[in-house]
C-alpha cells in the first residue's frame, strides 16, 4: 500500500467525500442563525495525593531502585479549555488541556490539543470532520474492546479527558417511521507517519475505519471494522438495549488478526505469541427508585497475559533487584505490556453511586471495585463528592489494593492511595 503523506490524505478525503454530497440541495435553517457564532468553557483542577507504597511490591522495587520510600506525594493541576467558531455549516472545534504535575520522581509541564478539527455540513444528512479528534466508540463503561481507533481508558476515572488521533471522518444519518428508527454510516481515514499519529502504531499507512450504526426496536447496534498496517485488522460489534426505564445491558464483542504479544523467554530476553483473536465485554445499568446506580462489566482482554506468564515477569523483577542487567531486562518487559494497567486476560467491574445519601444535599457517595477474578487481587476505591457552591466540584477518594504476592493487584506500587481534588468549571 502506498503511503499519503497526511496533509494530502486528509484533503484528499475532503474532496471524495464532498464530491458527491456537493449536488445535495441546501436547507436554510433559521434556527441555526439564533446561536452564538463562538463558545468557551472549561475548568480548572487542582489535586493532591499520597500513596502508601508497598515495599515488597515488584512495580515499588522497579520505580524506586534506590529504596522504597514509606509514603509519596503527589500534586496536579491542570487548565482545560474547550471552544468553537461557527460560520454558516462550517465549525472550528478545539479542546486544549495544559498540566503540571509535581511527584516524587520529576515535575512535569505539558500543553497539548487534546482536539482541534473543522466540522461541516455538506448535505441534509452528512457532516464532515477533520483535523484531531477523538472518538468514543464503544458501550461499555469502563472497557471498550470495540475502541479502534482510540486512546485507552482509565477504569478508576473513566471520564478523564483523553487526547485524539489525526484523522477525517464522514458521517451519513437518516431517520426513519418503521422498526428501524436510524441508520448511521461513518467513514474514518487515519494516517500514520513519521510526524502524525506515531503512537498509534509501528508502520506507517493509511488506515481506515468503518461504522454502521443502527436503531432497531430500542436496540442501539453498531458493527465497526479497522483495517491498515498499523495495527491488526479488527472486527467489532456492540449493542446496548434498556429493558426498561431504569435497566440497561450492553455488550461487546471485537476480533482482531495477527495481534502478536510481547512475552518473556527462558533467558529474559523479549519473544512475541499470538494472541487469543477474541476480546469481550459483557454489563449491565441499573437505577433503584432511591437513585443508587449500578454498573457491572465482565472485561475479556485476549491479548492479556496468562498467571505463569505475569509470575515470571514478578520473578524477573525481584531478581532485578541487585542485578543492573537484570533490571534493564525487567524494565524493558514493564514497557513492552507487563507494566500495562490491565495486563491480564480477565476484570471484573463494579460502581455503585448514590445521589444525596441520607438526603444530604449536593452530596454523592461512590464505590469502584476492579477485581481480578483468577487471583482474587482488587483495587477498591470509595469516594465522595460535594456540589453545592455554583460551578465548583470537591472530590475525595481512596483507594484500596489488596492482594498476595504474585497477584495482580498486590504486585502493584500502592498498598493505598487517598486523593483530594477541586474543579471549578467556567
Not at 487469543?276 to 446506580?293: C, K, N, Q, S
Request: net charge negative; aromatic share 12%; hydrophobic share 40%.
Amino acid at each position: 500500500m502506498n503511503i499519503l503523506r497526511p496533509g494530502r490524505a486528509l484533503c484528499l478525503t475532503a474532496l471524495l467525500a464532498a464530491a458527491p454530497l456537493a449536488a445535495e440541495e441546501f436547507d436554510f435553517d433559521i434556527g441555526q442563525y439564533g446561536k452564538k457564532s463562538w463558545e468557551l468553557s472549561g475548568y480548572l483542577e487542582l489535586g493532591a495525593e499520597r500513596l502508601g507504597l508497598d515495599r515488597d511490591a515488584v512495580f515499588a522495587t522497579l520505580r524506586f531502585p534506590a529504596g522504597v520510600p514509606d509514603t509519596a506525594e503527589r500534586y496536579r493541576g491542570v487548565l482545560e479549555l474547550s471552544g468553537l467558531y461557527r460560520w454558516e455549516r462550517i465549525s472550528l472545534n478545539g479542546r486544549l488541556q495544559v498540566e503540571s504535575v509535581d511527584d516524587v520522581i520529576s515535575s512535569r509541564d505539558d500543553a497539548a490539543f487534546h482536539e482541534v478539527y473543522l466540522a461541516a455540513q455538506p448535505g441534509e444528512y452528512s457532516n464532515l470532520e477533520i483535523g484531531k479528534r477523538a472518538l468514543r466508540w464503544g458501550k461499555g463503561y469502563a472497557f471498550n474492546p470495540v475502541a479502534f481507533l482510540e486512546r485507552p481508558k482509565d477504569p478508576n476515572d473513566p471520564d478523564l479527558s483523553r487526547e485524539g488521533f489525526s484523522l477525517a471522518s464522514l458521517d451519513y444519518v437518516r431517520s426513519f417511521d418503521g422498526a428501524l428508527r436510524t441508520l448511521a454510516f461513518s467513514t474514518v481515514l487515519l494516517p500514520v507517519d513519521g510526524q502524525t499519529n506515531d503512537e498509534f502504531g509501528g508502520r506507517e499507512d493509511l488506515n481506515i475505519a468503518l461504522k454502521l450504526y443502527l436503531l432497531y426496536r430500542d436496540t442501539d447496534i453498531d458493527i465497526l471494522l479497522r483495517s491498515g498496517d498499523s495495527r491488526p485488522d479488527a472486527l467489532g460489534l456492540d449493542f446496548s438495549r434498556n429493558l426498561s426505564s431504569n435497566f440497561e445491558i450492553h455488550g461487546e464483542l471485537a476480533w482482531f488478526e495477527d495481534r502478536p504479544v510481547s512475552v518473556l523467554n527462558d533467558d529474559n530476553s523479549l519473544g512475541t505469541r499470538d494472541a487469543r483473536p477474541l476480546d469481550w465485554l459483557l454489563g449491565l445499568r441499573y437505577l433503584t427508585e432511591d437513585e443508587t446506580t449500578w454498573i457491572v462489566e465482565y472485561y475479556h482482554n485476549g491479548a492479556g497475559y496468562s498467571g505463569g506468564e505475569m509470575r515470571g515477569f514478578y520473578d524477573l523483577g525481584r531478581a532485578a533487584a541487585g542485578d543492573p542487567a537484570l533490571r534493564a531486562a525487567a524494565g524493558a518487559a514493564q514497557k513492552a505490556g507487563f507494566g500495562t494497567p490491565q495486563p491480564m486476560r480477565d476484570y471484573l467491574y463494579l460502581r455503585v453511586t448514590q445521589k444525596e445519601p441520607f438526603d444530604a444535599l449536593y452530596w454523592n457517595a461512590g464505590l469502584t471495585a476492579i477485581i481480578n477474578p483468577h487471583d482474587h487481587s482488587a483495587s477498591l476505591t470509595p469516594e465522595v463528592s460535594y456540589t453545592g457552591i455554583d460551578n465548583l466540584e470537591l472530590r475525595g477518594r481512596a483507594a484500596l489494593l489488596t492482594g498476595g504476592r504474585n497477584s495482580d493487584f498486590g504486585e502493584r506500587q500502592n498498598d493505598w492511595r487517598v486523593e483530594l481534588r477541586a474543579r471549578y468549571f467556567f
